[in-house]
C-alpha cells in the first residue's frame, strides 16, 4: 500500500550565514504597508539598511510593490555610496519584488550577491524586521497617511532622526551614522576618557569594577554558523 498520487516536495532552502565586519558589505532591504486613507488602501515603503552600521542607506514611498521601482532605488543608492562591484551582498526575503527576474539581474549587472531568507522564517531578516518595529512604535507613527507625500514627509524626519541621533544599543549606543562614516573609534575613545575621568574623581561611586563604555560593534551576522569560533572574524 502506497501513495499512487504525485505530491508536491518543497525544496530544502539552505540557512543564509552573512557576516558583515564593516560597512557597505551586507546591506538588507524590505517592504512594508503603510495605511492609506481608507480602509483597504496602502502606501508601500521600501527600505534598505545597512546590517553592520544600522544605517538606513536607501528608502522610498511608493503606490505599489514594483521590482522596477526598486531597481530605480537601488541603484541610485549604490552610486551614491560608490560600492564597487564583488563588495556587496544583498539580503531579502521572497516576495515578488525581491525574486523577480529584473532584481536578478540587476544585481548580476551591479556585482552585487543576493541572498534571500527562508520562507516564513522571520528571523532570517532581523534587521530590517527590527527596524520596522522602531519606525512603527515611534509615537509621532499616525494610524493612517491621508497621502504619499505625508508619507514622506513623516519617513525623511524619522529617517534623518534616526541615522544622526538614534543611539542604537546594537551598535554600542552610537548614532548609524557614527558608524557608518568611521567614527566609532573616536566616539569610543572619547567615551573611555570621560569614564577614566570620573573614575579618579569619585571612585567611590564605581563599586563593582572601572566603568568602560559598550564595546564598539565588531562583526554582525545574519544566522551565525553553529560553531563561530570555527569562522576568523
Known amino acids: 500500500m502506497r501513495e499512487r498520487r504525485r ?51 536607501g528608502w522610498r514611498v511608493a503606490d505599489t510593490e514594483n521590482a522596477g521601482l526598486f531597481k530605480e532605488l537601488f541603484q541610485d543608492v549604490v552610486a551614491r555610496n ?14 515578488a519584488p525581491m ?14 550577491a543576493k541572498s534571500h531568507s527562508r520562507p516564513h522564517t ?12 522602531t519606525l512603527k512604535y515611534q509615537p509621532e507613527f499616525p494610524k493612517r497617511f491621508e497621502t504619499a507625500q505625508q508619507a514622506e514627509d513623516f519617513c525623511r524626519r524619522f529617517f534623518d532622526w534616526y541615522n544622526q541621533d538614534h543611539h542604537h544599543g546594537g551598535i554600542g549606543l552610537m548614532t548609524p551614522d557614527q ?31 572601572k566603568p568602560e563604555p559598550p564595546a564598539k560593534p565588531n562583526a554582525v551576522w545574519i544566522n551565525p554558523p553553529d560553531k563561530p569560533e570555527n569562522f576568523q572574524v
Open 7 to 57: 505530491q508536491r516536495r518543497h525544496p530544502v532552502y539552505a540557512k543564509p550565514e552573512l557576516l558583515a565586519t564593516g560597512p557597505n558589505q551586507v546591506w538588507s532591504w524590505d517592504i512594508t504597508k503603510l495605511m492609506g486613507p481608507v480602509k483597504w488602501t496602502y502606501f508601500y515603503l521600501y527600505v534598505i539598511i545597512d546590517i553592520f552600521s544600522r544605517r538606513v542607506v
Open 82 to 95: 560608490d560600492v564597487a562591484p564583488g563588495q556587496l551582498t544583498l539580503h531579502a526575503d521572497r516576495g
Open 99 to 112: 525574486k523577480a527576474k529584473a532584481t536578478a539581474m540587476m544585481l548580476a549587472d551591479l556585482g552585487v
Open 122 to 133: 522571520s528571523n532570517d531578516n532581523p534587521f530590517s524586521e527590527a527596524h520596522f518595529k
Open 179 to 209: 558608524v557608518h562614516y568611521g567614527q566609532a573609534d573616536a566616539v569610543h575613545a572619547a567615551r573611555q576618557a570621560a569614564l577614566e575621568n570620573a573614575f579618579r574623581r569619585n571612585p567611590e561611586r564605581f563599586v563593582a569594577k
